[in-house]
């Protein structure tokens, strides 16, 4: 497709459940970020790969989340046991490489994001 | 540390000037972003500034950066009711492959 694009867009879960968030980046995009924006907030990172390796898991609030590539491809986000502070936007981002090169630098384009809320 | 500031609300009438400013804190970072955010849409990138500008104009936006201080600035003219949105800076952290976004700033314009 043309742009990122993530499912479901909406997930409304009981608490205790586990939860899987898709993303497909754009093709050819060698990077894909995660992050996370609670009500009213900015972005939170993360994780973030390059290719199917992850060099950078600092942001992953807990040992709940999850994240796996497939290659230069899809992407899932697990969240096991969900609670209720879980709630949020989870975004997805990619770009042609995870360094600062190109025309914008690291320019991320952003998908439509997964609402998930936990009940 | 890493951390990016943003004012949380701005309000100004159609044909204004805005401007959204912004802080941060890694004197190492490359790149500066802005991106927009319409509800129930994606965040889109508006501009950027490399560090070794300190100002960059794109048609009716204009990005000011003092690396001194770690400021950066919006200037959005002539704002129109579709400028209404929620305003992200960004700063790219060279420490790894991440963006790091301030809390966002919600302009409202007026008719």
């Known amino acids: 497709g043309a742009g990122v694009s993530q499912s479901p867009s909406n997930k409304v879960t009981e608490k205790g459940k586990d939860v899987e968030l898709r993303c497909d980046p754009i093709s050819g995009h060698t990077a894909l970020y995660w992050y996370r924006q609670r009500l009213g907030q900015g972005l939170e990172f993360l994780i973030y790969?390059?290719?199917?390796?992850?060099?950078?898991k600092s942001g992953l609030p807990s040992d709940r989340f999850s994240a796996e590539r497939t290659g230069e491809s899809v992407s899932t986000l697990t969240i096991q046991r969900t609670q209720q502070e879980d709630s949020a936007v989870y975004l997805c981002?990619?770009?042609?490489?995870?360094?600062?090169?190109?025309?914008?630098?690291?320019?991320?384009?952003f998908g439509p994001g997964t609402r998930l809320t936990v009940l | 540390g890493e951390d990016v500031e943003q004012s949380l609300f701005l309000s100004v009438r159609e044909g204004d000037s805005s401007v959204i400013n912004c802080t941060y804190t890694?004197?190492?970072?490359?790149?500066l972003y802005w991106y927009k955010q319409e509800p129930g849409a994606g965040l889109q990138l508006l501009t950027y500034?490399?560090?070794?500008?300190d100002m960059k104009q794109d048609q009716r936006l204009t990005v000011l950066l003092n690396k001194k201080d770690k400021h950066l600035s919006l200037r959005i003219a002539d704002t129109q009711t579709g400028d209404s949105a929620i305003y992200f800076c960004?700063?790219?952290?060279?420490?790894?492959?991440?963006?790091?976004f301030g809390q966002g700033t919600e302009l409202s314009v007026k008719p």
């Open positions: 790969f390059q290719g199917n390796s992850a060099p950078d």
């Open positions: 981002a990619s770009s042609l490489a995870s360094g600062a090169s190109g025309r914008a630098g690291n320019e991320q384009f």
């Open positions: 500034i490399f560090s070794n500008m």
């Open positions: 960004a700063e790219f952290y060279n420490q790894g492959g991440k963006l790091i």
């Open positions: 890694d004197s190492s970072s490359t790149y």
